[in-house]
């Protein structure tokens, strides 16, 4: 097995079953998750508070990470909660939520190998009051999206899974067509 997502089930058990996952969304807070045996591991979907504190990150599981969607951190969070994805060597695909929205430009600054940071946002009154702020940033890379429901986080990552067209494939033509200067 290559591709998991897990959604309320007991993670221990599988996680130490599959070692070779190289495609792995976990939701849900468990407190038992130790992704340290995951050697293979080059995407990974999880709650912020699985890498944290950063300060004490164990760097190593995620020196393969390629691809990151990491959600639910505090919207008041300072850079230090972010800056461990400086530290990742093979980060290319940065997915995350409207909370990053004070450090974007950092991040594009500082991820040497980042090709795309997605931002989502979700219906909602608040949620798109922060879509605003990230207006100011004038990247290539930076892809603002819109969900209507939770619901389509798990049918993207089962497309992706599959092979087809997911958000990740959405985003890379974004971006290849606005730094093309394409006059689609």
Not at 17 to 33: A, F, W
Request: hydrophobic residues 40%.
């Amino acid at each position: 097995m290559q591709h998991l997502i897990i959604d309320g089930y007991y993670v221990k058990g599988i996680l130490s079953s599959c070692p070779n996952i190289i495609n792995l969304t976990i939701h849900g807070y468990y407190t038992d998750l130790n992704l340290q045996e995951m050697t293979h591991l080059t995407r990974l979907g999880v709650d912020s508070s699985y890498i944290q504190p950063h300060n004490e990150l164990p760097i190593q599981p995620y020196f393969n990470l390629t691809h990151l969607n990491v959600h639910g951190a505090n919207p008041d969070s300072s850079w230090r909660e972010w800056e461990f994805l400086a530290h990742l060597p093979k980060l290319t695909h940065i997915n995350t939520d409207e909370a990053i929205q004070n450090h974007i430009s950092k991040v594009l600054r500082l991820c040497p190998l980042l090709k795309i940071l997605v931002v989502e946002f979700f219906k909602s009154h608040r949620s798109l009051h922060y879509l605003h702020a990230c207006y100011q940033v004038d990247d290539n890379r930076l892809v603002l999206t819109v969900w209507k429901s939770y619901s389509g986080h798990i049918r993207d990552w089962e497309r992706g899974a599959h092979g087809l067209v997911d958000l990740w494939i959405i985003s890379e033509r974004i971006v290849f067509a606005r730094s093309s200067e394409c006059s689609c």
